[in-house]
């Protein structure tokens, strides 16, 4: 099988084209029409669905940005009705509130045919068995690629997340041919099978990995490649876009972005388009998304796209590489974490000062995040049981609401560096090289 | 009355990184400080150096100077006597009494010992030792 949509994967760029025309002018009318936060925001900018005429006019559109799916918590940009709405997602976002997605049937469809041409360009069919060790729930990632899978006839291996040492025993006893993970997990997987004794390579079938939710890199893909013997696939989305969206083909020169579903935008510092190749922030609009549409979403992300036709006969851009972000948002593990956040719980604490800092670091390739705080004068005591439930305290809630444990310091008082502004407090040490 | 018991104990709070604990010591040393027992305790963040000395004030005062984070904590003290078994009849007394220790350490000079432990509220405590026939020490009488 070497497409699941040919027609589409292979249309011509012009035709391409015509069509995001076609759907963003549509998306905007309906938009213009059902939401009340985007008809605001239009009539702000002194823009109709009228004045979208050709792709250039996108620029006209106002954006949207985190904040705003903050504001309007839980469901308030959704623009169908709970009985249309098949499906919640839920992730972190940049204070306490969490980001709600929604899907309508159509959604949960587009999302899944996404995957499905994405598998099958990473070189997968129903001869396949995946093993999802994505997270199932409310994260997108187990669930989308479960469906995306099953679309393609593949047989799924629904493991979930932990207990590697299982996880290694089914790969190994079932013909499983491809994983879904974290980068990361990908290599704790490969340390795991080192310490039981199965090699990757002649004790299981597995030849496919579809890979993301957190950056890596060039260096990293090479390594893992060389280690296991599998085909490591860089993976692309976000539970704004659905969820996971986009992999590379197998040519591995950038994640196909199917240009029917999104129309991605690379803007420079004063906002104007870059050139192709040329690094800068993506801005996205979903072209068919019907439960809780995004115009010219700012995701934070920074990259480039390249529109030379793939090797692989696809004609649909390649975005490559992440290279940073334009805001503080770390991915820790998979998950999205605000500096914001945890100052937040920081602030629920009486027996804390605003004085922190965060360390990342990758130990054996797997994230750690340490949060050092100092502790407030007046809570300092020599009772080392009390110092503990103070720690566990803030641990507990920390867990809570960021959805991943972090390693605890509590500081002396007066020991944290004093500093301005928030990436300051920030020391990301992880390496990709 | 009961706070003439209450005996003034240094509690020096040492961030766990090699080298600190010369440091506190050169401090003390610096500011001519006796120490007659100490004990060090340590959480996942820092570590806490706990001693009876014998001019609290000035030397809490000397080692804030220096920067260092100290704090004065009100502990209780028991006479022990230094032989097998010593420890076991404070045990039993401080078990007897039903209070719940924080923390404690001793402190031994030839046949003479001592006792030091800390509790949530000291002042109710040494009452009801004193009132059980009990002897607490003074800070004079260390
Ligand atoms: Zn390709």
């Known amino acids: 099988m070497n497409y699941w949509n040919e027609k589409m994967e292979t249309m011509p760029l012009n035709e391409i084209k015509a069509l995001q025309l076609k759907l963003l002018r549509k998306l905007v009318s309906e938009m213009y029409i059902s939401s009340k936060f985007y008809h605001g925001k239009m009539k702000e900018a002194g823009v109709k669905p009228d004045d979208i005429q050709t792709m250039k006019d996108v620029s006209k559109l106002p954006m949207m940005k985190k904040t705003d799916l903050r504001d309007n918590y839980p469901d308030k940009l959704f623009i169908r009705p709970q009985s249309e709405i098949l499906r919640y997602h839920v992730s972190s976002g940049t204070t306490g509130k969490p980001t709600i997605v929604g899907y309508t049937r159509n959604d949960i469809e587009n999302w899944s045919e996404s995957l499905a041409r994405a598998f099958v360009s990473s070189g997968l069919s129903n001869k396949d068995v995946m093993q999802i060790s994505n997270g199932y729930g409310l994260f997108t990632g187990g669930l989308g690629k479960h469906y995306g899978a099953e679309k393609i006839g593949a047989t799924v291996l629904p493991t979930g997340t932990g207990n590697t040492a299982r996880q290694i025993e089914l790969m190994r006893d079932l013909p499983v041919t491809a994983i879904a993970c974290t980068p990361s997990y990908m290599f704790h997987i490969a340390d795991e099978c080192e310490r039981m004794g199965v090699s990757i390579r002649n004790d299981t079938k597995l030849r496919v990995g579809i890979l993301g939710a957190e950056p890596w890199s060039e260096s990293m893909r090479k390594k893992l490649q060389e280690r296991t013997g599998i085909l490591a696939q860089n993976c692309y989305g976000t539970s704004e876009l659905s969820g996971p969206m986009f992999t590379e083909c197998t040519e591995q020169k950038g994640i196909h972005v199917w240009g029917d579903l999104c129309l991605m935008e690379i803007l420079d510092k004063n906002g104007d388009p870059c050139a192709d190749g040329e690094r800068g922030e993506m801005v996205i609009t979903m072209l068919q998304k019907e439960a809780f549409p995004l115009i010219r979403y700012r995701i934070g992300d920074i990259s480039s796209l390249e529109w030379e036709k793939c090797e692989c006969g696809r004609t649909h851009p390649r975005l490559q590489r992440l290279s940073g972000r334009t805001d503080d948002m770390l991915i820790i593990r998979g998950i999205n974490v605000f500096p914001s956040q945890i100052e937040d719980v920081i602030g629920e604490m009486d027996f804390l000062t605003p004085f922190y800092h965060i360390t990342v670091s990758s130990v054996n390739y797997m994230d750690n995040m340490l949060v050092e705080v100092e502790i407030t004068d007046d809570a300092l005591t020599d009772d080392m049981i009390k110092m503990e439930k103070m720690k566990r305290e803030f641990d507990r809630r920390l867990k809570d609401v960021l959805n991943i444990k972090a390693e605890i310091k509590l500081a002396l008082p007066g020991s944290m560096p004093r500093v301005e502004g928030k990436a300051k407090h920030v020391t990301d040490t992880r390496s990709y090289e | ?142």
């Open chain 2, 1 to 142: 009355m009961s706070s003439e018991y209450l005996i003034k104990q240094l509690s020096v709070f040492i961030n766990n990184e090699p080298g600190r604990l010369a440091q506190i010591a050169a401090a003390l040393k610096e500011c001519n400080v006796n120490m007659k027992a100490f004990n060090i305790a340590e959480s996942s963040g820092f570590g806490v150096f706990r001693a009876i000395v014998d001019d609290p004030d000035k030397a809490c005062a000397e080692l804030s100077k220096k920067g260092i984070v100290v704090k004065e904590t009100n502990v209780i003290a028991i006479p022990m006597v230094n032989r097998p078994g010593g420890l076991l009849d404070v045990a039993k007394i401080i078990g007897d009494a039903k209070i719940n220790v924080e923390y404690g350490y001793a402190y031994m000079n030839n046949d003479e010992a001592s006792f030091f432990f800390r509790v949530d509220d000291a002042p109710a405590v040494i009452e009801r030792l004193l009132a059980a026939g009990i002897k607490v020490l003074k800070e004079k009488d260390i």
